[in-house]
């Protein structure tokens, strides 16, 4: 196993690089495996623990720049300036990545869903939330579309500029749990909150970052090992 701390290290979706391997490939892949609570799982509303009004969280999103990025296996909305930010239990998590996989990480009574972006967050103390929206992929009319959309797009010098609050479904309803991150290192603890509805995406616009993208990067679902999962509507 090497030993080493490094984002370089070569990872991926399949084969000796796949999921089940991630563990193997450096020691700081190993420690973050480590931790029993890891994600993505199966949500369901036969599993819920309860229903609590103290797992909600307040958006604070406002439109800012993002720059266009692919790294690890994956299409990336970056803010250089993380200006939005959501407060949990009086902390704030500024804002500090958007990506997505295809299919669905998370699954909703063991289903898929085409398609689920991660709104990443990180506190003063580095400590992640993250946020998880399902889509369908679809021609229908809906806030991607090009008529419809307000994200402004720059093509010559990849970036853009939007509100991330059209990733979220207006129902707000969502599933919370403690996981981990669903790529290496794989650490947790991270708070998800996971949207309960399937939105729906244009077509156009995730064929314009999905381009070159792998046709799969989603973790298995992983084993709840005993831990808790709320719900809050």
């Excluded at 200006?83 to 996989?101: A, C, G, N, R």
């Excluded at 929206?133 to 307000?150: A, E, G, M, P, R």
Aim: net charge negative; charged share 20%.
């Amino acid at each position: 196993m090497k030993n080493i701390r490094n984002m370089d290290v070569e990872w991926g979706y399949e084969g000796e690089l796949g999921p089940e391997h991630w563990h193997t490939l450096c020691d700081w892949f190993s420690t973050g495996a480590k931790y029993p609570y890891q994600s993505p799982v199966n949500l369901s509303k036969n599993l819920i623990n309860g229903v609590s009004a103290s797992r909600a969280i307040d958006f604070c999103y406002k439109i800012e720049e993002f720059t266009e990025k692919e790294f690890k296996n994956t299409f990336h909305f970056v803010p250089p300036n993380t200006e939005s930010y959501v407060i949990f239990e009086d902390e704030k998590y500024y804002l500090t990545d958007i990506h997505f996989h295809t299919p669905s990480e998370h699954t909703f009574d063991g289903e898929h869903a085409p398609l689920e972006f991660h709104l990443v967050h990180m506190n003063n103390s580095g400590d992640n939330l993250v946020v998880g929206c399902l889509f369908t992929i679809t021609t229908d009319d809906n806030k991607f579309s090009k008529n419809q959309t307000t994200l402004k797009w720059n093509s010559q010098t990849h970036q853009q500029w939007f509100d991330p609050s059209i990733f979220l479904p207006e129902q707000k309803s969502h599933f919370h749990y403690l996981g981990s991150l669903t790529t290496p290192p794989t650490k947790g603890p991270v708070h998800w909150f996971v949207f309960d509805s399937i939105q729906k995406m244009d077509q156009d616009f995730f064929a314009r970052i999905d381009e070159g993208m792998l046709p799969f990067n989603n973790r298995p679902v992983q084993a709840l090992n005993g831990r808790k999962i709320y719900f809050s509507e």
